[in-house]
């Protein structure tokens, strides 16, 4: 099995994270201009979204649980060597810590090694920094995203 886990503390309360991270349009000011298409219930189809629309992920809700727990069942769309490794899991929890959130992402996937893991491994810290920027100071970070789209 192949994992990467990431764990960070924003400055927001835990009702304020989970709005971020299931609402298109706010997430199109952190993860690059990329949203999600969800309905955000157990078992409904998930996508990740390019902006034009082209789908880069896809999978499915396996858990919610407002605002501490969301689990995704996910499958990389676009580069068919990724693709092939098949679906991984990807887990979000979130904790109040005093005044900030406890927000931990575990991706995995039962392959290793993983070109996955390995790209999202890259991908997550810069993401996630977009999204507590965003939430701590209502200013998006510029010049990271340029690194991810290239992947496209």
Not at 15 to 29: G, M, P, T, V
Request: net charge negative; glycine share 6%.
């Amino acid at each position: 099995m192949s994992s990467f886990v990431y764990v960070t503390y924003i400055r927001t309360t835990p009702e304020k994270l989970w709005a971020a991270l299931i609402s298109a349009e706010f997430q199109k000011q952190y993860w690059f201009g990329m949203y999600q298409e969800c309905d955000w219930k157990e078992g409904s189809p998930w996508k990740m979204c390019f902006p034009d629309g082209r789908v880069a992920d896809a999978g499915e809700v396996l858990e919610v649980d407002p605002p501490r727990r969301l689990v995704l069942k996910w499958r990389n769309e676009f580069r068919p060597e990724m693709k092939a490794e098949g679906h991984s899991r990807c887990v979000y929890e979130l904790e109040q810590a005093g005044d900030a959130v406890k927000f931990t992402v575990t991706h995995t996937i039962d392959r290793t090694p993983s070109k996955f893991i390995e790209a999202v491994s890259g991908g997550w810290p810069k993401v996630l920094a977009g999204l507590k920027s965003y939430l701590e100071t209502d200013i998006p970070l510029k010049g990271i995203h340029e690194t991810c789209q290239a992947r496209e």
